[in-house]
Nanobody, 124 residues
């Protein structure tokens, strides 16, 4: 069983940066794509970014392109989300998830393992 655990959230001002970390326990996820999602109050959860199992491919939501960067360190079983130029509309609970497909990229992901999330609040 894989259990992702997020950290790094907090309260920042608009224009600031934060780096979120997702560390997984239970087994390695170096053969799995990893995604970041967020959910703002009163809104549905939305996709933020995804990175392939080897780290060579990434994809981002249009709303964060150019500001957020997803990366991973498979030796540490960890995925990161570097968030720059934060805006108040980025305020949400950020959650990472494991695509349980083995070394897959593209198509319909199977996010079978989810963390509890970390709160990011951006003040104006």
């Amino acid at each position: 069983q894989v259990q992702p655990v997020e950290s790094g959230g907090g309260l920042v001002q608009a224009g600031d940066s934060l780096r979120l970390t997702c560390a997984a326990s239970g087994r390695t996820f170096s053969n799995n794509a990893m995604g970041w999602f967020r959910q703002a109050p009163g809104k549905e959860r939305e996709f933020v970014a995804v990175i392939s199992w080897g780290g060579g491919s990434t994809n981002y939501a249009d709303s964060v392109k150019g500001r957020f960067t997803i990366s991973r360190d498979n030796a540490k079983n960890t995925v990161y989300l570097q968030m720059n130029s934060l805006k108040p509309e980025d305020t949400a609970v950020y959650t990472c998830a494991v695509d349980s497909r083995y070394r897959a990229w593209g198509g319909k992901a199977r996010y079978d393992y989810w963390g509890q999330g970390t709160q990011v609040t951006v003040s104006s």
